[in-house]
């Protein structure tokens, strides 16, 4: 009792010496500490936290991208929230600080646990570069990209350019589309449309850290594993298969396993349409040859009616590590 007298007290006084405010030093040791000791432990798959970069660009017109966001992150790992303004630098320069204090003022406003960050550079693909080598520290290192889904085709060029990137840099990919109709005319579950192994387990976790995020919003929708086969004879195999990949990462989730009937893709869209959330595997790699690699995925896009999450784990690429 005594104690915490003491503590409210000083806390009500803004206790101050002539160096300045103790507090901040006591909280920069302890931060120095423990991200010292974080850098050198070894984190195991089951610890696993998700740091996102989320590419907001202007944030008073991506606040939807900031809110899927903070609810995949659940408080559990670490937002930063990332503007990379892109042309002449002298020109840009005087705007950067007022971008950035707009960025800070923007996180504040609406209490968001996430850090900031205004960069210039040549082109997006440059930005997003900067951004991935340079924020953060250990484990506080972005391992996630978060961006929103576009279909400018003037911006496509750089945006498959800031794909490949990503994923040279070996960090996960997000691609958010936001959905077109009211998220209470949808039906709420969240469907996780199982690709392969590493890709699924990495979207299955997503899918628990949004059920577990803030605001509640997801909390009751039942997640749906959802697979296509070629052929009937396997199906109870992949049944089995999905139960004992729930058990191992210890979420509850529904098995539907079902039998190709048409191009998978096609099939997503026309089983998942009114999903109020919906997560798909992506097969890209780092060549990505071709202009505009995602075009195959526009035609899901456009038939499925909530919350679209195009999903690629690094680890995918390398799926014997």
């Not at 020109?91 to 900031?116: D, T």
């Not at 909390?219 to 749906?224: A, G, T």
């Not at 004879?233 to 396993?257: N, P, Q």
């Amino acid at each position: 009792i005594v104690i915490l007298g003491i503590y409210l007290l000083l806390k009500r006084r803004h206790y101050q010496t002539t160096w300045g405010d103790q507090r901040s030093g006591i909280w920069f040791s302890l931060a120095r500490f423990a991200l010292l000791q974080l850098t050198v432990a070894h984190q195991h798959v089951r610890n696993w936290r998700p740091v996102i970069l989320v590419l907001v660009g202007d944030v008073k017109y991506r606040r939807w991208l900031v809110d899927i966001a903070d609810r995949l992150e659940a408080r559990r790992g670490l937002l930063y929230l990332a503007q990379v303004l892109t042309g002449d630098w002298q020109k840009l320069l005087p705007r950067q600080a007022a971008r950035q204090e707009a960025l800070e003022a923007f996180i504040r406003e609406n209490r968001f646990s996430a850090v900031g960050k205004t960069v210039l550079a040549d082109s997006l693909e440059h930005g997003v570069s900067i951004l991935l080598q340079v924020l953060g520290v250990g484990a506080l290192a972005p391992n996630t990209v978060l961006m929103g889904w576009s279909d400018d085709e003037q911006k496509r060029r750089q945006f498959v350019g800031a794909i490949q990137r990503i994923l040279q840099l070996e960090r996960n990919l997000l691609i958010h589309a936001e959905p077109e109709l009211p998220e209470e005319s949808l039906e709420p579950v969240i469907d996780v449309w199982w690709r392969a192994k590493v890709n699924g387990g990495f979207m299955l976790t997503l899918a628990h850290l949004l059920r577990e995020g803030t605001g509640g919003r997801y909390r009751e929708h039942p997640i749906r594993v959802r697979r296509i086969i070629n052929n009937e004879a396997g199906v109870e195999d992949a049944r089995r298969g999905l139960k004992a990949m729930m058990a191992e990462l210890r979420i509850e989730a529904e098995v539907d396993v079902m039998v190709a009937d048409g191009p998978p893709l096609r099939m997503i869209g026309e089983r998942s349409r009114h999903s109020e959330m919906v997560f798909i595997g992506m097969a890209l790699d780092t060549a990505m040859e071709e202009d505009d690699p995602l075009a195959i995925y526009k035609p899901v896009v456009a038939a499925l009616k909530g919350n679209i999450i195009l999903c690629k784990n690094w680890h995918d690429l390398h799926p014997s590590e």
